[in-house]
C-alpha cells in the first residue's frame, strides 16, 4: 500500500472500524490504560494493554482485575482497545476471554512472541511458536470465550517469525491460527524470540505473509521512527503498523505518521507531556505509588529533551532519588523556569 497516504485511512478488524493504521504495540509492564490514552491522544487508531496472564483472570487476582484490565472511557474517543492475553492453557484462555469481553475491551489479543524465559518456559508466549498444535487451540478457545454483550470480539494474535534466526515457523503459525481458529487478524514481528529486538526485521517474510494470508497483517518490530516505519509499510503492504519501544516518551511519533506534525518536539512540549504522564500515574497508582512506577519513565522523557549531557544526567539522577513527587515535579519546574530564561 502506499503507506504515506493511507496510513489515514480506516480499515476493519472484524466487526471493528478502526479509524487509521497507526497503532499501539502491548508494551509488557507498561501498556496501561494511561499509556494507551496517551497514544489516542496523539492519534493511535487502535492500542492494545499489557499483556495480562489468562491465570491471574482465572484466579482473580486484584492487581490484574482491577488495575491491569482498567479501560478508561477517555480512551474509547479514538478507537477501539484491545487486551492482549497470555497463558498455554486452553480452558484458562477461555475463561479469562470472556471476562475480558465483559469488561469492555473491544477486541482480544493473544501474545504468542514474547521470548521473555519466565514467560517461555511455562509454555507460554514465543514457546507456541515450537507447538503449534496447542496454539490452535489455545487460540481457538479464546474466539471461543470472547463473547460481549454486543456480539463476538475480534481476536488477534502477535507472534514472531521463529524461535531462533533462519526460521518462519511463526510464518506458518499464521495461517493455521486463521484457516483453524478463526483468528481475524496476526500482528507479526518478523525477527525470532532468540534475538529479543536486536538484528534487522526479515520485512521480505512479512511482505510473503501479507500477501498469502486472508487476514489483515499488523507489522511491527524495528520501527523505530516515522522513516523505518513509513518504509516498512510500503515494502511490506501491511493493513496497520504498530509501534513499541520507538513510542516510548515520544508520543508525537503517532502524530508524525498521521502527518498531524512534523519535526521533533521543543522541551517545553516533552515537560508537559511528562507531566501529563504523572498526573495520570497517580490518578492510577496513587501518590506513593506512583512515584516509584514512573521511575521507569523518566529516561524516555529526558532523553528527548535535548539537554547537555551533564545538565540531562543530573537531572535524571535527581528524578529517581526523590522520594516523593511532589519533589519531582519541583525539579522539572525548575527545570522549566531555566528553560524559560534561557529562551
Known amino acids: 500500500m502506499d503507506s504515506a497516504g493511507a496510513l489515514t485511512d480506516s480499515w476493519k478488524l472484524g466487526p471493528l472500524t478502526v479509524p487509521n493504521r497507526v497503532l499501539l504495540a502491548p508494551l509488557a509492564g507498561i501498556g496501561n490504560w494511561f ?60 475463561l479469562a476471554a470472556a471476562h475480558v469481553a465483559g469488561a469492555g475491551a ?3 489479543d493473544i501474545n504468542m512472541g514474547c521470548p521473555v524465559p519466565k514467560v517461555a518456559k511455562t509454555g507460554a508466549g514465543a514457546a ?4 503449534p498444535d496447542r496454539a490452535v487451540e489455545l487460540a481457538r478457545a479464546a474466539v471461543e470465550g470472547a463473547r460481549g454483550p454486543d456480539g463476538p470480539l475480534p481476536v488477534t494474535v502477535k507472534l514472531r517469525s521463529g524461535l531462533r534466526p533462519g526460521e518462519d515457523s511463526g510464518y506458518h503459525l499464521a495461517h493455521r491460527l486463521v484457516a483453524e481458529a478463526g483468528v481475524a487478524a496476526i500482528a507479526f514481528h518478523p525477527r525470532s524470540a532468540a534475538v529479543h529486538h536486536k538484528g534487522t526485521p526479515d520485512y521480505d517474510l512479512a511482505r510473503r505473509l501479507v500477501e498469502s494470508l486472508p487476514a489483515p497483517v499488523i507489522l511491527t518490530g524495528g520501527l523505530g521512527d516515522a522513516p523505518r516505519a513509513r518504509e516498512a509499510a510500503a515494502v511490506t503492504g501491511a493493513a496497520a503498523v504498530m509501534l513499541a519501544r520507538g513510542s516510548l516518551g515520544n508520543p508525537w511519533l503517532f ?28 490518578e492510577h497508582l496513587g501518590e506513593d505509588r506512583a512515584g516509584r512506577y514512573l521511575r521507569k519513565f523518566y529516561p524516555w522523557y529526558i532523553a528527548r529533551m535535548g539537554l547537555p549531557a551533564k545538565e540531562a544526567r543530573e537531572l535524571q539522577e535527581s528524578l529517581q532519588s526523590c522520594a516523593t513527587l511532589e519533589l519531582a515535579r519541583g525539579h522539572l519546574e525548575r527545570c522549566g523556569e531555566g528553560l524559560a530564561l534561557a529562551l
Open 128 to 131: 507456541l511458536l515450537g507447538d
Open 35 to 94: 499509556v494507551r490514552l496517551q497514544a489516542k491522544r496523539y492519534g493511535a487508531g487502535m492500542a492494545v494493554s499489557e499483556m495480562v496472564s489468562s491465570h491471574a483472570i482465572r484466579h482473580g487476582n486484584p492487581k490484574t482485575c482491577n488495575e491491569m484490565l482498567r479501560i478508561d472511557p477517555r480512551e474509547r474517543e479514538g478507537g477501539p482497545v484491545s487486551i492482549q492475553l497470555f497463558g498455554e492453557d486452553p480452558a484458562t484462555m477461555r
Open 255 to 282: 502524530a508524525e505518521l498521521l502527518g498531524q506534525r512534523a519535526g521533533e518536539p521543543s522541551r517545553e512540549e516533552v515537560l508537559a507531556e511528562l507531566c501529563w504522564t504523572m498526573d495520570r500515574a497517580c
Open 106 to 108: 473491544d477486541a482480544i
